[in-house]
């Protein structure tokens, strides 16, 4: 069965930094492009990262770009998120994300989720 657990949100003032880790398992991560997610109060969910499934061209949010880094490392099944400068604006829940193929047909891939990890940013 398809996990994905994220650790490491929390309270921080403005200007402060999170480190946010998603541990998955049930699929091959290594082949996975993986992305975070995050909704706010009252808004709809949105994509922060990208990460391809062995690097490459990572992608952003306008709103995230520079502040925020995506990385992973395969021989742990985990993927992170480094929030630097935060703002009010990126209090959320976000989430771990991978789109994972179906071993029967139709063949198509269902998108999975993690729980979320809450991230209040509040001086």
């Known amino acids: 069965q398809v996990q994905l657990v994220e650790s490491g949100g929390g309270l921080v003032q403005p200007g402060g930094s999170l480190r946010l880790s998603c541990v998955a398992s049930?699929?091959?991560?290594?082949?996975?492009?993986m992305s975070w997610y995050r909704q706010g109060p009252g808004k709809e969910r949105e994509l922060v990262a990208t990460?391809?499934?062995?690097?490459?061209?990572?992608t952003y949010a306008d709103s995230v770009k520079v502040r925020f880094t995506i990385s992973r490392d395969n021989a742990k099944n985990t993927m992170y998120l480094q929030m630097n400068s935060l703002k009010p604006e990126d209090t959320a829940v976000y989430y771990c994300?991978?789109?994972?193929?179906?071993?029967?047909?139709?063949?198509?891939?269902?998108?999975?989720w993690g729980p979320g990890t809450q991230v209040t940013v509040s001086s």
């Open positions: 049930g699929f091959t991560f290594s082949s996975r492009v």
């Open positions: 990460i391809p499934s062995a690097g490459g061209t990572t």
């Open positions: 994300s991978a789109e994972v193929p179906r071993t029967t047909w139709p063949y198509n891939h269902q998108r999975y």
